[in-house]
């Protein structure tokens, strides 16, 4: 068994933090698993050549910039997962279905970086508008100033959702909804361990 999951959700609804317990889950099931962070890659490939100096800069940087950076970067994560062993293994994706950027709503899961990624499984992580505020104020590692509108929250989530289920349509992977309630991130994993395992 190998399979790739994409996990996408608001800056703040708390991706990273669900993914990090799945995964200790899945560990002790048996599997073998790698989490890997779009953005950290993105980053690091920006760092080496001072482009940027914090991952919250990457989405304002001009969109022919983030373009390129983002289809190498879904080739750089398919290599480092077929260099995984066969066997139980789950390969996790950190990312976003779509980022808001100066230039307009721009899409995480475009078809090319689909056709990289191959997933089977698409999660959208979410949470109300209030509780992604509250996280992101209380997350002072982290500047999401453009995102911490409830209106704008509001809109975004619905928005958000069409472009997963677009990404969904186009590489037919499945997708499930996971709503990581306040102070439960360990119950919206439990719910992403489960839809993984029917994979
Ligand atoms: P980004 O897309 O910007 O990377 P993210 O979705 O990965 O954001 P996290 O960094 O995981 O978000 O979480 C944002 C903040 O919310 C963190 O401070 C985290 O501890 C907190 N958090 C995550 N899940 C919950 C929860 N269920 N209840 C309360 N706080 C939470
Ligand atoms: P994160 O830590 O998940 O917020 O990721 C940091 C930044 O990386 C995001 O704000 C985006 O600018 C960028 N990023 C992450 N995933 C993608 C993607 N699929 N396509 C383009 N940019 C992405
Ligand atoms: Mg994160």
């Known amino acids: 068994m190998r399979k790739v999951v994409v996990a996408v959700g ?7 933090t669900v993914l990090s317990i799945a995964s200790e889950r899945l560990r002790e099931r048996g599997y073998a698993v790698r989490v890997v962070n779009f953005g950290d890659f993105m980053l690091s490939y920006l760092l080496q050549r001072g482009i940027v100096r914090s991952r919250d800069e990457i989405r304002k940087l001009p969109l022919a910039t983030q373009r390129e950076l983002q289809e190498l970067t879904a080739r750089a994560i398919r290599e480092e997962f077929e260099g995984v062993p066969e066997g139980r293994f789950v390969g996790i994706v950190d990312t976003h279905a779509v980022i808001r950027t100066p230039a307009g709503l721009w899409p995480g899961l475009p078809l090319n970086v689909l056709r990289e990624l191959r997933p089977d499984l698409i999660v959208v992580i979410e949470a109300s508008p209030e509780e992604i505020l509250s996280r992101q104020l209380r ?3 982290r500047v999401r100033s453009d995102y911490s509108s409830k209106q704008l929250l509001e809109e975004l989530l619905t928005t958000y959702r069409y472009y997963a289920i677009v990404s969904s ?3 037919g992977a499945a997708l499930v909804v996971v709503v990581n309630r306040e102070n439960r991130a360990a119950q919206a994993a439990e719910e992403l361990v489960r839809a993984i ?3």
């Open 169 to 171: 349509v186009i590489s």
């Open 10 to 16: 608001l800056p703040g609804v708390g991706k990273s």
């Open 197 to 199: 395992e029917e994979l």
């Open 139 to 141: 997350d002072s590692s």
